[in-house]
């Protein structure tokens, strides 16, 4: 049974700084892309970073560029967000998601499996 658990999420001020976390089990972690994707109320889903299976290829929407850096531990079976400098406007809850295939992509549609969530809040 394939599983994606988020944590780390949290209220934090603006400036601040974030780790999520998100572990998985029940397929085998390093063959497949690992998306991290967010919505806040009234707005689509939106890619935020994704990484493919080996680490070799890492995507960041422009808005958290320099800001937000995504990695894997293929031996921990999780992938990791940490977000630096928080802005009011990254509050959402946030999702990670699993793409069984090596290679990454922004398509929230082409993922097959998803965490439950984690709210991301950022306000002073």
């Known amino acids: 049974q394939v599983q994606l658990v988020e944590s780390g999420g949290g209220l934090v001020q603006p400036g601040g700084s974030l780790r999520l976390s998100c572990e998985a089990s029940g397929f085998t972690f390093d063959y497949y892309a690992i998306g991290w994707f967010r919505q806040a109320p009234g707005k689509e889903r939106e890619g935020v970073s994704c990484i493919d299976n080996k680490d070799d290829s890492i995507y960041y929407v422009d808005s958290v560029k320099g800001r937000f850096t995504i990695s894997r531990d293929n031996a921990k079976n999780t992938v990791y967000l940490q977000m630096n400098s928080l802005e009011p406007e990254d509050s959402a809850v946030y999702y990670c998601?699993?793409?069984?295939?090596?290679?990454?992509?922004?398509?929230?549609?082409?993922?097959?499996?998803w965490g439950q969530g984690t709210q991301v809040t950022v306000s002073s």
């Open positions: 998601a699993a793409d069984l295939v090596p290679s990454w992509t922004t398509n929230h549609h082409d993922y097959d499996y």
